[in-house]
């Protein structure tokens, strides 16, 4: 009786196992996929520094129409720092390098969408012989035509358009319609005090030949007036120090500005392509410099 009472027992036990004893293998699989997890993140925590300069290079190109890229050492330094790892404050200073790195190469694709304005108003005015007197420059604000006053834009001590800077005027006026940014035109003049019964100050007649400008192009070339604001500096904006004549001419002038505006969409087109590079001009024909 013993007996079989014994094997009983030992025959459930045997069914018990039998029925619930399977937990062994979800328990290994639940270790297997662990350990992989602790794997793959130990592997995440070490920064491959060519693959992070990959990263950073390929941000920095499509962030650039010219394909501008930051340099190898700034993103270097900046996957070295992020190696490290040590606190929070040495991953703050890999991020801002990175952030760096990105912000040069948008600088120098706003540069070269500037300068490729630039060579095209140079382009059209060579094209027609009418950069004599013309200073093209690219600076922070934007591309400036600067348009020489000495026997071109006006006469002494006047605010007139003459004729050679209508011809100016008539050259450039269908880049600039095709451009959409603000137009700020600027009078200077060279510290020489004017001796006028029409005008005061160097301060209204800078002001009063920028008005000149910007009514001309207004009323004759159809630009928006919503684009356009005038401004008189009169001697104090200079360009050179007003220390001889050929200077104090350098610094009669009235600049035409192309705004370029920070932090705002500045995408130049001026083919109605709405691309954001201006198209290259083709080299200047024979008989152009």
Same mark, same amino acid.
């Given at each position: 009786?013993?007996?079989?009472?014994?094997?009983?027992?030992?025959?459930?036990?045997?069914?018990?196992?039998?029925?619930?004893?399977?937990?062994?293998?979800?328990?290994? !699989?639940?270790?297997? #996929?662990?350990?992989?997890?602790?794997?793959? =993140?130990?592997?995440?925590?070490?920064? &491959?520094?060519?693959?992070?300069?990959?990263?950073?290079?390929?941000?920095?190109?499509?962030?650039?129409?010219?394909?501008?890229?930051?340099?190898?050492?700034?993103?270097?330094?900046?996957?070295?720092?992020? &190696?490290?790892? #040590? +606190?929070?404050?040495?991953?703050?200073?890999?991020?801002?390098?990175?952030?760096?790195?990105?912000? !040069?190469?948008?600088?120098?694709?706003?540069?070269?969408? #500037?300068?490729?304005?630039? &060579?095209? $108003?140079?382009?059209?005015?060579?094209?027609?012989? =009418?950069?004599? +007197?013309?200073?093209?420059?690219?600076?922070?604000?934007?591309?400036?035509?600067?348009?020489?006053?000495?026997?071109?834009? $006006?006469?002494?001590?006047?605010? !007139?358009?003459?004729?050679?800077?209508?011809?100016?005027?008539?050259?450039?006026?269908?880049?600039?319609?095709?451009?959409?940014?603000?137009?700020?035109?600027?009078? +200077?003049?060279?510290?020489?005090?004017?001796?006028?019964?029409?005008?005061?100050?160097?301060?209204?007649?800078?002001?009063?030949?920028?008005?000149?400008?910007?009514? $001309?192009?207004?009323?004759?070339?159809?630009? /928006? %007036?919503?684009?356009?604001?005038?401004?008189?500096?009169?001697?104090?904006?200079?360009?050179?120090?007003?220390?001889? /004549?050929?200077?104090?001419?350098?610094?009669?002038?009235?600049?035409?500005?192309?705004? +370029?505006?920070?932090?705002?969409?500045?995408? $130049?087109?001026?083919?109605?392509?709405?691309?954001?590079? %201006? %198209?290259?001009?083709?080299?200047?024909?024979?008989?152009?410099?």
């Amino acid at each position: 009786m013993k007996r079989r009472y014994r094997q009983r027992r030992l025959d459930d036990a045997v069914y018990e196992s039998k029925q619930h004893g399977n937990w062994i293998y979800s328990y290994a !699989d639940m270790i297997s #996929l662990l350990t992989a997890l602790f794997i793959v =993140l130990y592997g995440m925590s070490k920064v &491959n520094e060519g693959k992070f300069r990959q990263l950073a290079g390929s941000l920095s190109k499509s962030f650039s129409a010219t394909a501008a890229r930051a340099s190898d050492k700034e993103i270097e330094m900046a996957a070295q720092l992020y &190696n490290k790892q #040590l +606190n929070e404050n040495d991953r703050e200073k890999s991020y801002h390098a990175l952030l760096k790195a990105i912000d !040069d190469s948008m600088k120098d694709k706003k540069r070269a969408e #500037l300068e490729a304005l630039k &060579n095209h $108003f140079q382009y059209n005015l060579d094209k027609g012989g =009418l950069s004599k +007197n013309v200073q093209l420059r690219v600076e922070d604000r934007g591309v400036v035509i600067g348009l020489m006053t000495d026997g071109m834009s $006006f006469e002494i001590g006047k605010a !007139d358009v003459t004729d050679s800077c209508r011809k100016v005027l008539d050259n450039i006026a269908p880049t600039l319609r095709a451009t959409k940014q603000p137009i700020r035109i600027e009078g +200077n003049t060279c510290n020489i005090p004017i001796h006028s019964t029409q005008y005061a100050s160097n301060w209204e007649l800078s002001a009063a030949r920028a008005t000149s400008v910007g009514k $001309f192009l207004i009323l004759n070339e159809n630009i /928006d %007036p919503e684009r356009i604001s005038i401004i008189g500096y009169g001697e104090f904006r200079p360009l050179v120090p007003n220390t001889t /004549d050929q200077n104090r001419a350098k610094n009669r002038r009235v600049d035409i500005v192309i705004m +370029n505006l920070e932090g705002k969409d500045t995408k $130049f087109s001026i083919d109605g392509s709405g691309s954001s590079t %201006p %198209p290259v001009p083709p080299p200047p024909e024979d008989g152009h410099k």
